[in-house]
């Protein structure tokens, strides 16, 4: 059993810049990881960020299962969340510009109506290394905020200027005190949101193979040429050793390379479009059955996958 903890010190420093700047902006504008939705949304945000007119991104859309997206979508819009799937490095500007002004109307009909013409204020949000910075430089146009794949590489709020009348700040990321959800902890490490250096990596490597089974069987075999799909443990640690050629002097398993190889693999979306999570099936159902009358089922089934 590994169990995941990692809050460091700048974190609570960040969370009162956050509190601090939220006062001063008309739209939020949330991430999470697409291939893990739930897992990668911060609880306390919600309470942050209060009535802030927000958009959630579900960013990394490229790397999951469209139709897991699309269920996942129909979720947090019953919920009454403004939500969108993205990719920050692929994605059209102007379609996440168009969701921020939309998500500005009031603000900018209230300025209007004063006779002026405003500069709408939007924070970028999310757990480290869930994109934000790759999108800000997306809209941008070029490489003005700190991008890297490690988590922490944002260490103070910035803004940038997008248009004459769209500022938007890059927040550092932002993790919680106690992590007592440690499916979602697991996975938080599976994208890189808690540094490698402080969980049990070859551990953490089995729980993402095992996982990546569950989820999508047929491209995790064929990805880590895996022969028995029902091996777990170190014994899978093994398979993939061996199927992929992972291998020391004498045959012994290398597993630094694996691990390595197997974490850069799934963050770069090289074993195919896959979700790991799925919306919770009553209220997708609920907003389905308000939407069709009830006459067609729901699309989305069951928990986290994995589960």
Known sequence: MMEINWYPGHM????????????????????????????????????????????????????????????????????????????????????????????????????????????????????PNVGKSTLINRLHGSGIAKTGDKPGVTR??????ITPYLQLMDSPGLMWPKL???????????????????VDLPLLTILLLEDLLAS?????????????PTKRGPELLDEVCAGRGFLMKGGVSDYDRCCAVVLDEFRAGKCGRISLERPPRAKTMAKEQNTNGGNEPAGADGNAAGV
């Open 180 to 198: 007592q959800d440690q499916l979602a902890a697991r996975r938080l490490c599976y994208i890189g949101s808690i540094k490698d250096d402080v």
């Open 12 to 127: 609570a420093k960040s969370k009162r810049l956050l509190a601090d700047q939220l006062r001063r902006v008309d739209v939020v504008l949330e991430l999470c990881d697409a291939r893990i939705p739930d897992s990668s949304r911060n609880p306390e945000l919600e309470r942050l960020i209060g009535g802030k007119s927000r958009v959630l991104l579900l960013n990394k859309a490229d790397l999951a299962d469209p139709q897991i997206t699309a269920a996942w979508l129909r979720h947090y819009r019953a919920e009454g969340i403004e939500a969108a799937p993205f990719s920050a490095v692929s994605g059209k500007a102007k379609d996440a510009l168009a969701l921020i002004d939309r998500a500005a109307k009031e603000a900018v009909a209230r300025a209007a109506a004063k006779g002026m013409r405003k500069t709408v204020r939007a924070m970028v949000v999310g757990v």
């Open 156 to 161: 103070s709020n910035q803004w940038v200027n």
């Open 216 to 228: 999508a069987p047929e491209a995790a075999c064929a990805r880590y040429r895996i022969a028995d």
